[in-house]
């Protein structure tokens, strides 16, 4: 137990720091809040996505054992979302929020946070059995992310909004980057160190960048009023999803890593791309950028749960 708390501190304590160097910056005004808005759209268009291009290029699709969970993960998140965005849309009477409240909802760092539990868990072979939900995951997730945030206009025809919003989720640069690097990889195509270097130091910019474009957003005079929206976004994200979701698992058969694996995928904080990805698409980046902190913190202690149970339970 010990042990599984430090370790998650250990993971997440970095994240923490670097969000508060963010805040310190902006207090200082040494990061001006309008110069890293304008920087957080750049990596939302850049960086992050080629940071996904390059993680479903990488992603070994071909993994037959890791399908079943998988197709259960994204089916899993799927169902989640449908839920999520129904309730929402029910219960939320600050409609320009529901977006950033169901993007919260879902949303999880299975990239960034989750592999490196993955291999702290299970070593390489358990990175290799992550890898196939990380290429589904983002693809899925940007996707379901456009979907909620899109916003088609308040006029014309039911049939000339969705046009307009899927004409907006076709031309999202983190939806192109996952498809392309999905491509890539199935067509087996080379990718020589001179393309890849640079490609490389993009990507390797976009989870501090992030960061730090969350810090300088995190201002109490624009967040209080987002606290409740956010506490329940964090909430479903890191504690009711693998609560509704691991019973099922465990029912289906799923042991060991694999039942790891489905934990963090449901249990995980918002990653940074979250703040970076709604505030580009105008959503309510204040109520995303205290989620995505309040999610970080609630984790560390959701996942060292989520851990002792199940191994106390013998079913990892």
Known sequence: MLDNLLFSVRVVLPVFITILLGTLG??????????????????????????????????????????????????????????????????IRRKESVGAFVHCSFRGSITVLGLALVSSLA???????????????????????VLCLTRPGEGGSFWSKLGRAA????????????????????L??????????????????????????IGTALDPDRVKRSLGLAAGAAFVKT????????????????????????????TLANPSGCYVMTLAMGGDADLTASATVLSTFFSVFTVTLMLYILRTLALI
Not at 123 to 145: F, K, M, Q, R, T
Not at 196 to 212: N, Q
Request: charged share 15%; hydrophobic share 60%.
């Open 188 to 213: 087996r195509l080379p990718c020589p160190a001179v393309i890849r270097t640079p490609l490389e130091y993009l990507a390797s910019l976009a989870v501090p960048l992030s960061l730090l474009c």
């Open 239 to 266: 504690v009711v999803l693998a609560a509704a979701m691991l019973p099922v698992a465990v029912w289906m058969g799923f042991r060991g890593t694999e039942l790891a694996i489905i934990g963090f995928f449901f």
């Open 26 to 91: 902006a207090r200082a005004k040494i990061l001006e809040r309008d110069v890293m808005d304008k920087m957080a759209r750049i990596t939302f268009t850049w960086f992050l996505s080629v940071k996904i291009g390059l993680s479903t290029f990488d992603a070994d699709l071909r993994n037959m054992s890791a399908l079943s969970m998988t197709w259960f993960c994204g089916l899993g998140l799927l169902a989640a979302f449908a839920v999520i965005w129904v309730l929402a849309h029910w219960l």
């Open 167 to 186: 004409l907006q989720l076709v031309k999202n640069p983190l939806v192109i980057a996952a498809a392309a690097g999905c491509a890539a990889n199935l």
């Open 123 to 145: 070593g390489d072979e358990g990175v290799a059995l992550c890898a196939p939900i990380v290429a589904l995951g983002s693809i899925e997730n940007n996707l379901l992310a």
